[in-house]
C-alpha cells in the first residue's frame, strides 16, 4: 500500500518510514516538507497515494488546511480520497476536533510508539475513526468550549458563523474593524485555528 507522509522533522520522518516499510506492507511512495510541497505532489501525481499522513506544523504553514485541499481536488476529479491520518504532538481538543471536522480519519499522538501507529492506520482502513487513548479524553473538552472565551469573543465566534464580514460584525456589535480583528487574533490564539472556516466548527 503507497503512502504519503507530509512531515517536516527529517528525523522524525525516517523512524516513520522505517516502521512502515518494515511492515512489508506498506510503502512510503511520496514526502513532502511543507504544504506547498504537498499540494505540487497532490496536483501532480498520476494516482493518488492510498493513505496519507499528516502533521499540523509545516514550518509556518498549518498542515490542517491541506484537508480542505484534498477534499476539494478529489472532487473535482471525481476519486475516491484517501484516509488521512493526523500525527502531531500538538493534541489539545481544538486542533483534535478541527482535524476531524475537516475531513482527517484519525488523530494520532507523536509519542506513541510503533504499535500503535500501526493500529491506527488498521483501524482507520477498516473503516472506523482513531484517536489515541492519551487524545480521546480531551475531545470532551469541546463541551466547556466557550468558557475559553470572553463574551465579547463569543459574540464575535458567532457572528462569524452566521458570515458576517469584519465591517458587518463591526455594525453590529458598535466597535471598530480593528477592534474586531484584535478579537479575531485572540480567537486563533486560543484554539490554535488560522482561518474563519475553522471557527464555523466551533
Known amino acids: 500500500m503507497d503512502i504519503m507522509l ?57 498542515g490542517l488546511d491541506f484537508l480542505p485541499f484534498l477534499e476539494k481536488h478529489c472532487k473535482n476529479a471525481k476519486i475516491p480520497k484517501p484516509p488521512v491520518l493526523v500525527c502531531s504532538a500538538l493534541g ?17 499522538s507523536k509519542a506513541g510508539g510503533r504499535t500503535e501507529l500501526l493500529n491506527a492506520i488498521d483501524t482507520i482502513l477498516c473503516g472506523r475513526v482513531y484517536v489515541s487513548d492519551d487524545l480521546d479524553d480531551k475531545l470532551k473538552e469541546n463541551s466547556l468550549t466557550y468558557s475559553r472565551f470572553s463574551k465579547r469573543e463569543i459574540d464575535v465566534i458567532n457572528l462569524i458563523k452566521q458570515n458576517k464580514t ?16 484584535n478579537y479575531i487574533s485572540k480567537i486563533y490564539l486560543k484554539t490554535g485555528f488560522s482561518s474563519r472556516q475553522q471557527i464555523y466548527k466551533i
Request: hydrophobic share 45%; net charge negative.
Open 6 to 62: 507530509i512531515d517536516d522533522h527529517p528525523l522524525l520522518n525516517t523512524g516513520i518510514v522505517s516502521i512502515l516499510e518494515s511492515t512489508g506492507i506498506f510503502k512510503v511512495s511520496a514526502q513532502a516538507e511543507s504544504l506547498k510541497e504537498a499540494v505540487n505532489i497532490i496536483e501532480e501525481a498520476e494516482k493518488l497515494p492510498e493513505f496519507i499522513i499528516l502533521d499540523i506544523l509545516l514550518s509556518e504553514d498549518n
Open 92 to 108: 489539545d481538543s481544538f486542533k483534535i476536533q478541527a482535524a476531524l471536522d475537516l475531513g482527517a480519519a484519525g488523530f494520532l
Open 166 to 181: 469584519n465591517k458587518e460584525i463591526s455594525e453590529v456589535m458598535y466597535i471598530s474593524q480593528r477592534t474586531v480583528e
